[in-house]
């Protein structure tokens, strides 16, 4: 028997490359199963769950609203219409969380350039609705401010974490020009909400980065001028909070989703015995927290605002032991705009904010707005990943700068 004999290349001839053998996908999936957050991930689908109930509870009050006299919609037509989006966005989610966090970081920043620029766009050849000129039409109507959101708290984890690197970077003035830049494109659609929101994951962003308590006064400051200044200026503004305040055609719509939240009492009239509901403007997507009160009652509601706490409460006990200041301002800042549009969602519904035109994330009806708020928990996903067996250090943010500031 003999024996193979070495190859031993010529010279100046690169020795031949081994074959590469393709990644093993099962093997992936069992380290993605181990290293996600498989309570987030349980609580996300239980919520989404509920919301399925929801919309189907919500249809026909919608369908009914928007039926003409040329075309009648199916009562379920807005619940068929949802199975399909959650399917969609249920893959979205999932494929993200299977990302690694460099190239999701990527991903993010480079969604983040194109939604800004798609952003630009929305004045000149966006469409109209209900007097907002919000969405854009490029085969698929959708809202670029939906996709902006986690990608805006991405990138601007991306750039507050520059300050680990080089405490002089103006991370600060930086990240003010590009929210700045956000907010004035939203308030010319107009969408004084978002831009509220889209301010305030920028505070606390820029308070968990370490600015010091007296920029924090100052800044608190600025926007409560800001929020003066746009009541004075700012027409949209001026008549939701007077509308509000005052009683007009905005307050009845929120008076009516108060009156009709109340109206099943603690265990609601039962699924589809809702009458109330069929008066909603809207009812399957910014007033659907109402209908939820109405036939199933306020206990369910309560299932609902006790969802979103675990799911905000799960978020920040995952980063306690991080030790990557990106991750904390990128997790911090995905779930600061998850949870701020909830509540301000729910406060609307309970007739204590003006109307805000916001859906309740993942329980409201949507296309893109769901796909978007499924992009956001993959992000979520992936950025709070962590090997079980690995221990991690609380991340020191003042030890850090002192590190990179020595000579």
């Not at 503004?237 to 939240?261: E, H, K, M, P, Y």
């Not at 009812?283 to 706490?309: K, P, Q, R, W």
């Not at 991080?322 to 998850?338: K, Y």
């Amino acid at each position: 028997m003999t024996t193979a004999r070495p190859y031993i290349p010529r010279p100046g001839k690169p020795a031949p490359q081994t074959a590469r053998f393709p990644r093993d996908r099962k093997r992936q999936l069992q380290v993605w199963w181990r290293e996600i957050d498989r309570v987030l991930l349980m609580l996300v689908l239980a919520l989404m769950t509920l919301g399925t109930i929801a919309v189907l509870a919500a249809s026909p009050a919608s369908a009914d609203r928007l039926s003409t006299a040329d075309q009648t919609l199916d009562p379920l037509y807005f619940f068929m219409r949802h199975i399909i989006w959650q399917v969609a966005a249920l893959g979205v989610m999932l494929g993200t969380s299977l990302l690694p966090q460099d190239m999701a970081r990527r991903e993010a920043i480079l969604l983040s350039a194109a939604m800004l620029v798609m952003l630009l766009l929305v004045p000149l050849i966006g469409v109209e609705k209900n007097g907002a000129t919000r969405w854009l039409n490029l085969g698929i109507v959708f809202q670029p401010s939906e996709f902006l959101k986690p990608a805006f708290a991405v990138t601007l984890a991306w750039i507050l974490s520059w300050k680990i690197r080089d405490p002089s970077l103006p991370v600060i003035g930086i990240s003010a020009a590009l929210v700045g830049t956000i907010v004035f494109l939203l308030m010319a659609q107009p969408n004084f909400g978002e831009a509220i929101l889209f301010v305030g994951s920028w505070f606390v962003l820029v308070m968990l980065a370490g600015l010091p308590l007296q920029r924090i006064g100052i800044l608190a400051g600025v926007g409560l001028a800001g929020l003066v200044l746009a009541y004075s200026f700012y027409e949209n503004a001026r008549n939701r909070i007077d509308s509000f305040l005052g009683g007009g055609s905005a307050f009845d719509q929120v008076d009516l989703a108060s009156r009709t939240l109340m109206g099943g009492g603690w265990t609601g009239t039962g699924l589809g015995l809702g009458r109330q509901k069929m008066n909603l403007p809207e009812a399957h997507t910014d007033y659907i927290f109402s209908v939820i009160g109405e036939e199933f009652g306020l206990l369910a509601c309560m299932v609902i605002v006790a969802l979103y706490l675990a799911i905000v409460v799960r978020v920040l006990v995952r980063l306690m032991d991080e030790d990557r200041l990106f991750n904390i301002l990128a997790a911090s800042g995905l779930i600061a705009l998850f949870g701020g549009q909830a509540f301000i969602n729910i406060l609307v519904n309970l007739q204590l904010f003006p109307s805000k035109g916001m859906t309740l994330p993942l329980v409201s009806y949507g296309g893109s707005s769901t796909i978007a708020q499924c992009f956001t928990i993959g992000m979520l996903l992936t950025i709070t990943r962590r090997n079980p067996y690995l221990s991690r250090e609380a991340f020191d943010l003042r030890g850090s700068l002192e590190k990179e500031t020595r000579p």
